[in-house]
Structure formats: structure tokens, C-alpha cells
């Protein structure tokens, strides 16, 4: 049980504070999200704490009373430096706590509001470019992190929504080959996060072919460490070393985890503006294509998940389902050219820890006028991860001297375990076995 639902005495809905349960009936008449309860109660607690008093023993307060304690209370939130936004949610259900007690009419409180710009935001946002995007998938360090950074720019989903995906939502389609894979978000995902189906709202959504290849990477190297996975198990599981490798698997990545990765992967992209770029600037990244590429305004709303006016929505039913799919395939999140495969070793390149890949490129090239950029960045990179190039005489030399003693030569090659009994039964021995699980084998050519 969390401190709030302990606090005001909750089941589920029901409160055994009288004033609280008159309060979550409202809401539950109303919109009965687990969002706006959480958020709702968190308030009223952090009320009833800051003023000593139980709920129940703050509506015999009198308006006047009840009036003065809130403006004291809110103002102690901006005080402490939270948001406008986060001041003003909170006195707003504050405000309805009151008048779903009998606060109406004459009795109605009266508690000033912080003004608050058209476009406030305490936290700056960055909006990176599909570039850059691209750049940060690469640039994130492993199949998980990219197909998460990919699936939340062509998706547009939220931070809470992606992590509530379960594997049975995407499995069929990513086994049966299809390049642009439907979400679908639906009500159930609040047991994950309460915010993961905004409003109640279900609708779907689809990934691109760049986030699907990153997927069925992702889970080919999940499954071969974890095994199988259940249709019930999340698609991004946590990798938190605070649980077993076992609970792992049932446990969804968290939403700070998700965060800090995403920011993490604009920093080693190069983003000037790196600690701005947060899951939701993906999201807006999402929202730009669908704006800019003409889809009709409809389609936009519903694809990120915006409640449609009128009889809209059921025009959205599963038989439109591969009419929308076609339309979202000509979208085309990333350019048809990509970011230049240069680019892309040398984000690879800062996740291994070699930094100033640019300055040190430039100064082995004035050094050597004749060096491309591209072996300049292989010779750096074998320099700083200490692997000696196979160029070397040294090494050649001893080659052709072992060459010349052995006059029998192999065929080499590498293998996954799958393939490795009829290789074996071919002739095959194994030579070395690699940190990825697979295997070097070699045999005698006769």
C-alpha cells in the first residue's frame, strides 16, 4: 500500500474518511482514471499534513478558514520552487475536495491562482530532428535502448504507455514479419501506470520498420538469455540489479530508467541540447511528422491518442485497421539517405567511452594528409579499445612463418548453438567461444 492510499484510509475507490469517499465518488462518476485519483489524493494528503488536521476534520473549517489554509498551502508549493502548472493542479482539486463537501454557493472558497503563460514550462524541452533521432538510437548502446528510442519517436506513445506494452500486444505481428507493427493501448495498461491509457481512451498506434528490426533484435537477445517470453511479460523489461534475473523478466523498465536513457542517448548523439530531450520531445518529434506530411487531421488526433469530437472514434474500428496502417507506411519518420554511416561509428564509438572523436581525427589527419577520415577513425578506435591491427608487419609475419609450417589450412567461420550438431557432424571443431554466445569453428579443407 502507498503512503497516500495508507494515509486517507483507500480501497480502491472508498476512502474511510467520509469527505474523501464524497470526493472519489465524483471522480469516479466522472472519469474514474487511477491518474486523477492518485493525483487527487496526493494533494489532499499533503493538505491535511501541512495544516495537522485529518480530512474529515477540515470540512467543518469555515469558508473563510478553509480559504486561508489553502492560499498558505499553495503558496508553500511555490515556495519550494515546484511549477505554476503543479501549484495549480493541486489547489484545483483542493477545490473540489471543498465543494464535493458542501463548499458551494456563498460558501465557496476563495484562494487566488498563479498566473500561468499560454506556453509556461519550467523545464525547457528540445525537440531533436529525425536525424538526430536516428543518431541516438545507434547512439543508446544496445538493441533494447534503440528499439525503445525508435519506438517512441514512430509511435508517438507516452513514457507510461510504452513501458505498459506487454509482449502479447506486438508478438504476433513482429513473428509473422510485418514491417509496420500495430500498439494497441487500452484501459487494462493502468495496472502498470495508472497514466498509461490517458482519459480511459483506447486507441492504436503503429512502429516503423527502424523500431521493428530494433525489436526483434531486442528479443532475440532477450530470449536467448531469459528464454522464451510470455505474452503477459512486458516487451521493455526491467534490467535493474536490485532484483533477480528472474524477476526481471515480470518487471517493466521504470519511467525514470526511461528517461534517463533517452537522455542519455541524446548526449552521446551529440545533441547540443541533450539534458532537454525527454521521451515526450519524441513524442512532439512524432506529432511534427504527422502534421508535416499531410495525413488527414483526423488520423493525426487519433494516432496520438487525442479524444475525437462526436461520433468520430468508432469510425476507428478494427476494420480500419490496415487502411491506417497504409496510410502511416508513407510517412517516412527517417530520411531515405539516413545519417552518413561515418556518423553513425562515431556516436557507436562514444558509447565505448572515446570521447573527442573529432578533435582526434583532425589531429592524426594533419599528422598523415593521405588518411581518409574513416581509417583515421578505425585506427583511433583500435587505438583506444587497445585492439593492434591486423595490419601489422609483426603480426603478418608470423602468420605467413606459422602458414609455411602448417601445410594443412582451415575454412573458419561462426555459428550459434542451433547450428552447431550438423556443423560438428560435418567436420567442424569448435576454436573459441565469443562473449555474444556464439562460437568460432573451423575445419580442415582437404
Not at 514512430?154 to 506486438?170: K, P
Request: proline share 4%.
Amino acid at each position: 500500500m502507498k503512503v497516500w492510499e495508507e494515509f486517507l484510509k483507500l480501497n480502491g475507490w472508498h476512502s474511510g474518511y467520509g469527505s474523501v469517499d464524497s470526493a472519489l465518488r465524483h471522480y469516479a462518476r466522472k472519469i474514474r482514471s487511477e491518474k486523477t485519483r492518485e493525483n487527487f489524493c496526493v494533494a489532499v494528503m499533503l493538505f491535511c499534513k501541512y495544516c495537522a488536521l485529518d480530512p474529515d476534520a477540515v470540512v467543518p473549517l469555515t469558508p473563510e478558514e478553509a480559504s486561508k489554509h489553502c492560499q498558505a498551502f499553495t503558496d508553500s508549493l511555490r515556495d519550494k520552487g515546484y511549477s505554476i502548472r503543479y501549484v495549480n493542479v493541486n489547489q484545483a482539486y483542493l477545490s473540489t475536495f471543498f465543494r464535493e463537501n458542501g463548499f458551494t454557493a456563498g460558501r465557496s472558497l476563495k484562494v487566488e491562482r498563479y498566473h500561468q503563460p499560454a506556453r509556461y514550462r519550467k523545464k525547457p524541452e528540445y525537440v531533436p530532428t529525425s536525424d538526430a533521432i536516428y543518431k541516438m538510437g545507434f547512439a543508446a548502446g544496445s538493441p533494447k535502448n534503440r528499439a525503445m528510442v525508435f519506438a517512441l519517436y514512430t509511435s508517438g506513445l507516452r513514457n507510461s504507455t510504452l513501458r505498459a506494452v506487454r509482449y502479447g500486444d506486438v508478438g504476433k505481428e513482429l513473428e509473422l514479419g510485418q514491417n509496420f507493427v500495430k500498439i494497441s493501448v487500452y484501459p487494462e495498461m493502468k495496472k502498470v501506470d495508472p497514466a498509461a491509457c490517458k482519459g480511459n481512451m483506447p486507441y492504436y498506434t503503429f512502429v516503423g520498420p527502424e523500431a521493428v528490426k530494433a525489436m526483434r533484435d531486442y528479443i532475440e537477445e532477450r530470449s536467448h538469455r531469459q528464454g522464451s517470453i510470455l505474452d503477459e511479460e512486458p516487451l521493455f523489461c526491467s534490467d535493474s540489479n536490485h532484483v533477480s534475473n528472474e524477476k526481471q523478466r515480470s518487471i517493466p523498465v521504470s519511467k525514470k530508467g526511461l528517461e534517463d536513457m533517452v537522455t542519455r542517448a541524446a548526449r552521446q548523439a551529440g545533441i547540443a541540447h541533450w539534458s532537454d530531450v525527454t521521451p515526450n520531445c519524441l513524442r512532439k518529434a512524432f506529432e511534427s511528422v504527422l502534421r508535416n506530411n499531410g495525413l488527414d487531421p483526423k488520423d493525426q488526433e487519433f494516432l496520438m491518442g487525442h479524444i475525437l469530437p462526436g461520433v468520430q472514434d468508432p469510425y476507428y474500428d478494427s476494420t480500419k485497421v490496415e487502411e491506417l496502417r497504409t496510410k502511416y507506411a508513407k510517412l517516412g519518420f527517417f530520411k531515405a539517405a539516413q545519417v552518413d554511416k561515418l556518423e553513425m561509428i562515431k556516436a557507436f564509438a562514444q558509447t565505448l567511452g572515446i570521447n573527442e572523436i573529432e578533435i582526434k581525427i583532425q589531429k592524426l589527419r594533419e599528422k598523415q594528409n593521405d588518411l581518409g577520415e574513416m581509417e583515421a577513425l578505425g585506427r583511433i578506435m583500435r587505438q583506444e579499445l587497445g585492439i593492434r591491427s591486423m595490419e601489422n608487419k609483426k603480426i603478418k609475419k608470423r602468420k605467413q612463418e606459422e602458414d609455411s609450417n602448417n601445410h594443412s589450412k582451415y575454412q573458419s567461420r561462426i555459428a550459434n548453438e542451433k547450428e552447431l550438431v550438423p556443423l560438428i557432424d560435418d567436420g567442424w571443431e569448435i576454436v573459441k567461444e565469443l562473449k555474444n554466445g556464439k562460437l568460432v569453428v573451423r575445419r580442415e579443407l582437404t
